[in-house]
């Protein structure tokens, strides 16, 4: 594989826009080719960001020999059948969040992956961010002590749109898989999964979808919190609470720049601030690129075994508040 990874972004709705501009701002990335149903969207989407190709397609783009890497951007309930369509002829992915509908659809395409030695990642940007992993650090090397506890949210209101995606069921709607897969993420990343229980409450509208949620983890000697919806404006913080000291994230911690490691008398001992190359995107395309280029099939930082089993504990709330998994 040369120094320069081929690009191909399959569809090219709002978030294909965000990651574009990321591709273009990476270090050894190229992208090369766009796809969309509607040829002449994917044709004004390439000139746009400078691709060589745009294809009408999805096929198309899958069979070009040029591509080196597949970004799958469509909606969510497309994940399954485009992942698979990109393994059938040999393409690497990497699929955004949530990465399927499901644990059984996830399984089937880690299997293909592994039996066609291709590399797939989901597209949990947070997890590669250097916030993030200066908070793993700081955990690592003992900071604030053994972690007792995590609060973590993410509500952005959404007014309600019964052709949108978000609430329509069979999309994949609801705020528990368009929103709080960041939080549980996070939660997770640094408790684990091996939780004593797991108890939530959510609250539906229209559309027959989870608005809002709040779930409580709780671990042998921890717990964590979250709460997540398109009814309310929250800060969006994360913090991580241990027994020498905190970590707290600004606002919209999935993504900002800055993390802060205070002692347990609340004394400001770190301040750790990046200010991102383009979007925060970047980060996630490098790593995929640098697991490319060492010959990896899964990332170490966001590692198919947590994408699996964080959709496993999405499957069990989904299943409790009555949906069909």
């Known amino acids: 594989m040369s120094n320069t990874t081929n690009w191909g972004i399959m569809a090219t709705g709002k978030i294909a826009h965000t990651f574009a501009k990321a591709v273009n701002a990476a270090e ?19 000139k746009l960001y400078g691709a060589e190709k745009s294809y009408g397609s999805y096929d198309e ?15 969510m309930s497309c994940h399954y059948e485009n992942v698979k369509l990109c393994f059938e002829h040999g393409k690497n992915v990497l699929c955004e969040k949530s990465i399927t509908m499901n644990s059984a659809q996830l399984d089937e395409l880690v299997k293909i992956a592994k039996e066609k030695n291709l590399f797939f990642m989901e597209a949990m940007w947070t997890k590669c961010l250097p916030t993030f992993l200066k908070a793993k650090e700081w955990v690592r090397s003992g900071r604030i002590g053994e972690i007792k506890a995590i609060r973590a949210d993410f509500s952005n209101p959404v007014d309600f749109d019964p052709t949108d995606r978000l609430f329509r069921p069979e999309l994949g709607g609801g705020a528990l898989l368009d929103l709080a897969v960041y939080p549980i993420t996070f939660i997770t990343a640094f408790l684990g999964y091996d939780t004593v229980e797991i108890s939530s409450s959510a609250n539906f509208g229209n559309g027959g979808v989870d608005t809002d949620e709040a ?23 994360a913090v ?15 993504c900002t720049d800055t993390v ?24 996630e395309i490098i790593e995929a690129q640098r697991c490319l280029g060492a010959g990896l099939t899964e990332s170490p930082l966001n590692p198919l075994s ?7 504990i999405m499957d069990g709330l989904r299943k409790d508040w009555g949906y069909s998994i």
């Open 28 to 46: 050894g990335a190229n992208l090369y080719a766009c796809a969309s149903r509607d040829g002449a969207k994917a044709a004004e989407f390439g």
């Open 61 to 75: 783009l899958a069979a070009d020999p040029n591509v080196d890497i597949v970004y799958v951007a469509s909606p």
């Open 215 to 237: 779930v409580i983890f709780k671990y042998e000697n921890a717990f964590a919190s979250m709460t997540a919806g398109f009814n309310m404006e929250n800060e969006n913080r």
């Open 240 to 254: 991580i609470v241990g027994t020498e000291g905190r970590i707290a994230f600004d606002p919209w911690f999935f």
């Open 260 to 283: 802060r490691l205070f002692d347990k008398t609340n004394k400001l001992l770190e301040e750790s601030k990046t200010p991102h190359l383009c979007n925060g995107y970047e980060y």
């Open 306 to 312: 947590d994408t699996a089993s964080v959709m496993k």
